[in-house]
């Protein structure tokens, strides 16, 4: 019961010093929204601690990910998997220029992953030859 008291009391003092934020929204029961607002908030911490621009919001992602499609590859995002291959990336296409809604895309783990380190054309390389010996 303590415990709410401090709250509300930390509440009363940033209101009183004039904090816009609303403190008291509840979080969404939609998974979809949650997974949203995990990337973005771990895409903010991220450039917050790299010292880059960050732009990017929720409402920027969300409409991207309800529609569930890699926009890199094309491919199905699973957007209930915590961590799987296919799960939503946010993908910094130039890395050095934030994350900014005209440097970012919402993309499939395991593309932003196997393309951190080389860029595409290498990428594009290694399948190529998977798909041939595949065939």
């Known amino acids: 019961m303590e415990e709410t008291k401090k709250a509300k009391d930390y ?3 940033l209101q009183a010093r004039g904090d816009k934020r609303n403190r008291t929204k509840k ?3 939609n998974p979809i929204v949650r ?3 995990g990337l973005i908030r771990g895409a903010r911490a991220r450039a917050r601690e790299r010292g880059l621009p960050c732009d990017i919001s929720t409402e920027w992602a969300l409409p991207i990910i309800q529609a569930g499609i890699c926009q890199a590859t094309g491919m199905k995002l699973d957007i209930h998997s915590k961590r799987g291959p296919f799960s939503p990336s946010i993908d910094r296409i130039v890395p050095s220029k934030g994350y900014t809604t005209a440097n970012c ?3 499939v783990l ?3 992953q196997i393309r951190h380190n080389w860029g595409d054309d ?3 390389e290694y399948c190529k030859h998977i798909a041939s010996v595949l065939q």
């Open 35 to 37: 997974r949203t607002w």
């Open 27 to 29: 979080r969404s029961n």
């Open 122 to 124: 290498p990428v594009i």
């Open 105 to 107: 895309q919402i993309v």
């Open 110 to 112: 395991i593309h932003n």
């Open 11 to 13: 509440f009363a003092i």
